[in-house]
């Protein structure tokens, strides 16, 4: 009877995953320029247009504002983009770690929840899921890469083709800035280029790869290098912000710092190829990074500010 309980709850968490991935694919179709109409949506689903219009009011009562143009195409709005938050980063973290704390079965609770969200900037971004989202498939990339084992890249949009279906294949590098897989099809044998925005989700195989490995290794700047080396920095928000939105892949590599010192709430520790890549984003932003490791690293910083023409 145990057993059967805990199968039941397993069940139950996997129908709570696939529901939640579908809804995060929804807002990444609703990001997409021209947006979809209800019909385009149920093809991409697979399913009745009922169903969409469902998500479609989940994600309204969560926050987003979802508008259609003169041919009756769904996207998502997002007025005012670059408009200065209410609150900082640290204290939306702060208000997150409460909101978890309370008892949101309570009807004072959940109320709480839905004001909180719907009149700040807790309800997260699109661009921000979908960089979340990339993040997370170039991670799986590079470990399968590492690994030498195939991967199943599902739903992947061809607009080639027009086609949306898996396809299985062995990566062999990450290329662009880490914005394009190259890979050889297993189907056809065949070395194509995929782009990582267009893959819906990562399946990593057990079946090893039977093609040489590349000879890059690139790091979250796109840079190459003998070996890996270790950098720690901590950052502002504005620093963390413009990290992510240029280096996505580098968003596994940051954490809130436990000790933030004055405006430096942000700490990246990772691993690069080259102090060249990373050390353009420091150089860019000197009054907002902050060098914590490794002397190697700061070094190679003041060469370059000395060596400076201004």
Same mark, same amino acid.
Do not use: I, W
């Given at each position: 009877m145990l057993l059967a309980y805990h199968w039941v709850l397993f069940y139950q968490h996997m129908i709570e995953q696939a529901k939640l991935l579908r809804v995060f694919t929804l807002i990444r179709l609703l990001k997409q320029q021209p947006g979809r109409t209800l019909p385009e949506l149920a093809q991409a689903f697979d399913c009745h247009p009922r169903t969409i219009t469902r998500y479609l009011a989940l994600l309204e009562e969560i926050g987003y504002f979802i508008d259609e143009d003169g041919q009756r195409r769904k996207f998502i709005f997002e007025a005012e983009p670059d408009k200065p938050s209410y609150f900082s980063p640290e204290e939306i973290g702060v208000m997150r770690q409460a909101l978890a704390a309370l008892d949101l079965e309570s009807p004072l609770g959940e109320s709480l929840r839905r004001k909180l969200y719907l009149t700040s900037e807790l309800i997260p971004l699109a661009d921000e899921l979908l960089d979340m989202h990339q993040g997370r498939v170039v991670q799986q990339l590079v470990a399968a890469i590492k690994d $030498?084992? $195939? @991967?199943? +890249?599902? $739903? !992947?949009? *061809? %607009?080639? *083709?027009? &086609?949306?279906?898996? $396809?299985? @294949?062995? %990566? +062999?590098?990450? &290329?662009?800035? !880490?914005?394009?897989?190259?890979? @050889?099809?297993?189907? *056809?044998?065949q070395l194509r280029t995929y782009k990582i925005r267009r893959i819906e989700a990562i399946e990593v195989l057990a079946t090893p790869c039977d093609h040489p490995a590349s000879e890059e290794h690139l790091d979250v700047f796109g840079m190459t290098g003998p070996a890996w080396l270790t950098v720690t920095l901590r950052l502002t928000a504005r620093a963390y912000r413009l990290l992510v939105e240029e280096h996505a892949a580098a968003r596994s590599y940051v954490l809130p710092d436990p000790v933030p010192a004055s405006d430096l709430g942000y700490l990246f520790r990772g691993e690069v190829r080259s102090y060249l890549g990373i050390g353009r984003f420091v150089l860019g932003l000197p009054t907002e990074v902050e060098v914590v490791e490794p002397t190697e690293f700061r070094e190679f910083l003041r060469e370059k500010v000395g060596r400076a023409r201004w």
């Open positions: $030498r084992c $195939r @991967v199943r +890249l599902l $739903r !992947y949009q *061809s %607009p080639n *083709s027009g &086609t949306v279906r898996d $396809r299985e @294949v062995e %990566p +062999l590098a990450l &290329t662009d800035n !880490y914005a394009q897989l190259n890979a @050889v099809e297993v189907e *056809s044998g």
